[in-house]
T-cell receptor, first 115, second 114 residues
Framework: GAVVSQHPSWVICKSGTSVKIECRSL??????MFWYRQFPKQSLMLMAT?????????EQGVEKDKFLINHASLTLSTLTVTSAHPEDSSFYIC???????????FGPGTRLTVT | DQQVKQNSPSLSVQEGRISILNCDYT??????FLWYKKYPAEGPTFLIS?????DKNEDGRFTVFLNKSAKHLSLHIVPSQPGDSAVYFC?????????????FGQGTRLTINP
């Protein structure tokens, strides 16, 4: 149990366009979903936290107007990178936790390349 | 401000021997600690965790030790197997704005040599 999927697994887009990444908890209902970013050979950095039906909470330094998060249901959260630039190229990973649990279960990640 | 640190970027261990991965933290508000295993271009996989009120948790070949006074935790893998080769991240959890948020260390690349 505790499977999280992400779609797409990789995407290439042109500067100025927007890209949407989906995160789904497949076999459980997620209390909270999280979005992380990882640069090569670096750690995972939390970008934002979201709960169903409420606004996302963004970490310091993360532009909320650039990284739009929608948490439509207990099993689905989406991250939209708006007006993407080459510096947004990165590995984006989502995670979800369960009611009463501390562990976060991670999706397989999405490699975004902006040309 | 690196609140969770893994000071060894890499570790090489002989198959069958013990692997010990270390992690230090600075924030005493962390109440739960976790270890994740990660392969390139994949999401982290949860391995084992420990509550701040305990000093040891064991699950098969994996044991995590917590020394709260030293703000130090370690992951022991014994015996080490080639399939254990991966990057290991320690993470510390704390309640922040209603959510249990994780802070990750930089990771340690473990290589198990046959």
């Amino acid at each position: 149990g505790a499977v999280v999927s992400q779609h797409p697994s990789w995407v290439i887009c042109k500067s100025g366009t927007s890209v949407k990444i989906e995160c789904r908890s497949l076999d459980f209902q997620a209390t909270t979903m999280f979005w992380y970013r990882q640069f090569p050979k670096q750690s995972l950095m939390l970008m934002a936290t979201s709960n169903e039906g409420s606004k996302a909470t963004y970490e310091q330094g993360v532009e909320k107007d650039k990284f739009l998060i929608n948490h439509a249901s207990l099993t689905l959260s989406t991250l939209t990178v708006t007006s993407a630039h080459p510096e947004d190229s990165s590995f984006y990973i989502c995670s979800a936790d369960r009611v009463g649990g501390y562990e976060q279960y991670f999706g397989p990640g999405t490699r975004l390349t902006v040309t | 401000d690196q609140q969770v640190k893994q000071n060894s970027p890499s570790l090489s261990v002989q198959e069958g021997r013990i692997s010990i991965l270390n992690c230090d933290y600075t924030n005493s508000m962390f109440d739960y600690f976790l270890w994740y295993k990660k392969y390139p271009a994949e999401g982290p996989t949860f391995l084992i965790s420990i509550s701040s009120i305990k000093d040891k948790n064991e699950d098969g070949r994996f044991t995590v030790f917590l020394n709260k006074s030293a703000k130090h935790l370690s992951l022991h893998i014994v015996p080490s197997q080639p399939g254990d080769s991966a990057v290991y991240f320690c993470a510390a959890s704390r309640l922040d704005q209603g959510a249990q948020k994780l802070v990750f260390g930089q990771g340690t690349r473990l290589t198990i040599n046959p």
